[in-house]
């Protein structure tokens, strides 16, 4: 899979990203560290220990990534959670679903790339 793939199979941002990047080799490297984010493991760790302080640090800084790298799809239900989040509620059952299948689909693209 090559990078143009790879944001196509994740709805992402191809053109901005390259254009910020102004490199496939540049989005390709930084795109491939994300697989090294913490951010998803600690915000999922917070909010199964119900610390809402966390969680949000975790979903801002998961938000952030996303939208620097033009993963678009995973930045903006990020977004969403962290909205929540920011209010001071836990209540993010019903958009952790769409964090985990959309994070399941960047990671298995990640590895389609990291092949290429």
């Known amino acids: 899979m090559n990078v143009k793939e790879f944001y196509a199979a994740i709805d992402g941002d191809y053109e901005g990203t390259l254009s910020r ?3 496939e080799e540049r989005v390709k490297r930084f795109a491939l560290k994300f697989e ?3 951010s998803f493991s600690q915000l999922c760790e917070a909010l199964k220990n119900g610390d809402v302080g966390e969680a949000f640090r ?3 800084t998961l ?3 996303c939208q ?4 678009d799809s995973l930045y903006r239900i990020s977004s969403e959670i962290t909205e929540i989040l920011r209010g001071g509620s836990l209540n993010v059952d019903q ?9 399941g689909t960047v990671m298995t693209a990640l ?3 990291k092949e290429d």
């Open 63 to 65: 938000k952030g990534v």
């Open 68 to 71: 620097n790298l033009g993963f």
């Open 21 to 23: 990047f102004l490199s």
């Open 36 to 38: 090294q984010d913490p």
């Open 111 to 113: 590895r389609a790339l």
């Open 95 to 103: 958009k952790m679903p769409a964090l985990k299948t959309c994070y």
């Open 58 to 60: 975790a979903a801002h």
